[in-house]
Each structure stands twice: as C-alpha cells, then as structure tokens.
C-alpha cells in the first residue's frame, strides 16, 4: 500500500484546511483508513478514521464537530476537511492504511494500521 499525503501548511486560528491522502495498492478485503497526527514532544494519535467492517467514521474528542472525514468509503482516497483550527491541532497529519480481514480492531488503534504515508505538516498560528 503506498499513500501519499497533500494539503498541509500555515493558517491562522480559525481557518481551515483540507488534507488528501491518494492510496495505491491497497488490495486489503476489509481495511480501516484513516488520519493521524503527532505534535511535537506528543505521542501519536488518532483523528479521525473509518473501518470497511462497520463503516462508522471514528473523531478524536479533540475534533470533532470540525474535522470532517471525506471519501471516506471509497478505497483510492480519503481526506480530511479541517476547519475552526486552533494552535492546538498544530501537528505532522499521517494517512493510515491497515488490513483488519482477519482480525477486526478499532480503527483508532495506533497498531491496528500497517501502512502510513510519510506526513504532512499543519501549523496553526494563534
């Protein structure tokens, strides 16, 4: 699976962005896809993401009712509408791609993704 990041940059608190994730390859039955992100000196964590199985799109706490997860049914593709940015969401975004046919975990889970893409850098200026 290769999947290739797009859409970050600089805004102002308040603005929006939309990343792109364009995947190849991904010949999983059933999948979960989805974004992560890392702040600096943070652990990785989840944004936002979605599973074949139950197609219900997992939001971190964090963002929901701002981030939105698009194409999110569709396997080529799946981007990240982001708006009311705060300085807080200041962070490397990851695409994700994992296989769950076998066993099925929540898509939120760090591990439960076997493919990221390399990143791309959101800074949110207050």
């Known amino acids: 699976v290769q999947l290739v990041e797009s859409g970050g940059g600089l805004v102002q608190a308040g603005g929006s962005l939309r990343l792109s994730c364009e995947i190849s390859r991904l010949t999983y039955d059933e999948y979960s896809i989805g974004w992560f992100r890392q702040a600096p000196g943070k652990e990785r964590e989840a944004v936002s993401c979605i599973s074949s199985k139950d197609n219900n799109i997992y939001y971190a706490e964090a963002v929901e009712g701002r981030f939105t997860l698009s194409n999110a049914h569709a396997r080529n593709r799946v981007d990240l509408q982001m708006d009311s940015l705060k300085p807080e969401d200041t ?15 929540p898509c939120h889970l760090d591990y439960a993704m076997d493919d990221w893409g390399d990143g791309t850098l959101v800074t949110v200026s207050s």
């Open 91 to 105: 962070a490397v975004y990851y695409c994700a791609a994992g296989s769950n046919t076998v066993v099925d975990l």
